[in-house]
């Protein structure tokens, strides 16, 4: 009871805030909530993964750079925050998002072809799943839930409604998910998914230097279905906007190569984006441990 009693206080505040940022500007909240965001995450003990994180990575980075690095992360963290109840108006406003790369997916579009699209958790992630229904890419994409069901119930609102077309879903990450994203390939359908966090029960690849437990699953179902793999660019652009990249569509349909392995060429293909715009990415993830 006292939990339920948490949770809905959590709710309640969260409300709030969002409420408070409402009350300005679009892009005057997103950088308010972007430095409300650096200022805590700094206090937080998360700060120090973040850090260790990144010097991981930019060993040879002085420490006035790491820890620029990471302030803009929090930054970015916070922008998101405030963005996703915005989600609609973004993805609706043709001056916030630029997309290039459509060549590469137009076949896509126009014949309704099926896929596997992947990104990460950098820049805005949330914008990906509306801008690929948006272009006509019906598409299934799985979330980690939040345990506060009340702050869910509320993302998840913010998500659908960010939506054009009733084709498209979420679904949390579970048993249910797995069976709902099967059934969406079973029914020519896309998927897309965030492949850059730690899956615990996923085999070791390199990554940055370091062998992580990295999920593997959607490499199966593209060699099981000889589906193309579409990498998928985010960037936060100074003005306030967003990039979409869509990168050449490749398969996993070659035997001699293990999905492992084609895994580690993936990894380089994120760490060049990763690298390319080291404060969009979210380091406060416990990737390396």
Request: glycine share 4%.
């Amino acid at each position: 009871m006292i939990k339920k009693i948490n949770y809905y206080l959590q709710f309640i505040f969260i409300k709030l805030v969002y409420l408070s940022l409402n009350l300005l500007p679009l892009k005057i909240a997103s950088k308010t909530s972007g430095e409300i965001f650096k200022f805590i995450g700094n206090r937080l003990s998360i700060n120090k993964i973040a850090y260790n994180n990144c010097k991981l990575v930019f060993p040879n980075f002085r420490e006035f750079e790491i820890k620029n690095i990471i302030d803009n992360s929090w930054r970015n963290l916070g922008k998101n925050f405030f963005e996703l109840s915005k989600l609609n108006k973004i993805i609706n406003n043709k001056n916030l998002i630029k997309i290039n790369g459509m060549e590469n997916i137009q076949d896509f579009v126009d014949n309704k072809k099926q896929g596997i699209f992947f990104s990460i958790h950098q820049s805005n992630w949330e914008i990906c799943v509306p801008i690929l229904d948006k272009i006509g890419i019906s598409i299934g994409a799985i979330y980690r839930h939040i345990n506060n069901k009340y702050l869910d119930n509320l993302v998840y609102k913010y998500r659908y409604r960010s939506l054009t077309t009733k084709e498209s879903f979420y679904t949390p990450k579970g048993i249910k998910s797995a069976k709902e994203i099967i059934e969406n390939i079973k029914n020519k359908n896309s998927i897309f998914l965030l492949i850059d966090q730690k899956d615990s029960s996923g085999e070791n690849v390199i990554f940055f230097k370091k062998n992580v437990k990295t999920q593997l699953g959607f490499l199966k179902i593209a060699r099981k279905y000889n589906l193309p793999i579409i990498p998928l660019k985010n960037t936060r652009l100074k003005n306030g906007s967003f990039e979409i990249v869509f990168e050449k569509p490749f398969y996993n349909n070659n035997f001699n190569i293990s999905d492992a392995e084609l895994m580690k060429n993936i990894h380089k293909r994120i760490e060049k984006w990763i690298i390319s715009n080291p404060s969009q990415w979210f380091w406060q993830h416990k990737r390396f441990n």
